[in-house]
């Protein structure tokens, strides 16, 4: 079972929005409203961002947001800040009892 | 609070054993499953399986059979994941992360601060 696709970097100045794909298949992504999104800080564990695909925990800034269409789920960060700066992962059931995590991307904050 | 709260850093030879505890506090332990997650210097999350913690069932996933065992203390609300013959390739930081069901294994909420196993001779 492959990892799910994400761009290995990513980029924006402070102020400004990005948003990270994370494709996947028919049987992951596509199938369940089961995508998480984690950030990670160097030297760190994973923060839930968002789960269930559009949904943000207590706690976290609505700069941050979740949405998905067919087998590509998305991330979009608005109104960067230098604390933005980190590695997200994304993250979906697959089905048959098993979870996937896309490789990772790198956001830097210019 | 939840807190899930895992052992410190190991250094192991390689072909020798070692067992990462995970203890949870801020929840009823036995309500909510756990993942296992590791993460290799420089490389990105892998999952490696989830144990239902009120039946105690494991599951592993592909590339962690044989060698990997999940396991639970239900009386201190710990689980324990220990691996055997270690190798060079099994350096790395695990991860509990809590799973909010028990029917299936999901992206997880909370994670544990990790456990840097290193396997060098």
């Known amino acids: 079972q492959s990892a799910l696709t994400q761009p290995a970097s990513v980029s924006g100045s402070p102020g400004q929005s990005i948003t990270i794909s994370c494709t996947g298949t028919s049987s992951d992504v596509g199938s369940y409203n089961l995508v998480s999104w984690y950030q990670q800080h160097p030297g760190k564990a994973p923060k839930l961002m968002i789960y269930?695909?559009?949904k943000r925990p207590s706690g976290v800034s609505n700069r941050f947001s979740g949405s998905k269409s067919g087998n590509t789920a998305s991330l979009t960060i608005s109104g960067l800040q230098a604390e933005d700066e980190a590695d997200y992962y994304c993250c979906s059931y697959a089905g048959s009892s098993t979870v996937i995590f896309g490789g990772g991307t790198k956001l830097t904050v210019l | 609070q939840v807190q899930l709260v895992q052992s410190g850093s190991e250094l192991k030879m390689p072909g020798a054993s070692v067992k990462v505890s995970c203890k949870a506090s801020g929840y009823t332990f036995t309500t909510y499953a756990l993942n296992w997650v590791r993460q290799a210097p420089g490389q990105g999350l892998e999952w490696m399986g989830w144990i239902n913690t009120n039946t105690g069932n494991p599951t592993y996933a592909q590339g962690f059979t044989g060698r990997f065992v999940f396991s639970l203390d239900t009386s201190v609300s710990t689980a324990y994941l220990q691996i055997s013959s270690l190798k060079a390739e099994d350096t790395a930081v695990y991860y509990c992360?809590?799973?909010?069901?028990?029917?299936?294994?999901?992206?997880?909420?909370?994670w544990g601060q990790g456990t840097l196993v290193t396997v060098s001779s």
């Open positions: 269930e695909d559009n």
């Open positions: 992360a809590r799973i909010t069901s028990m029917l299936r294994p999901k992206p997880p909420d909370y």
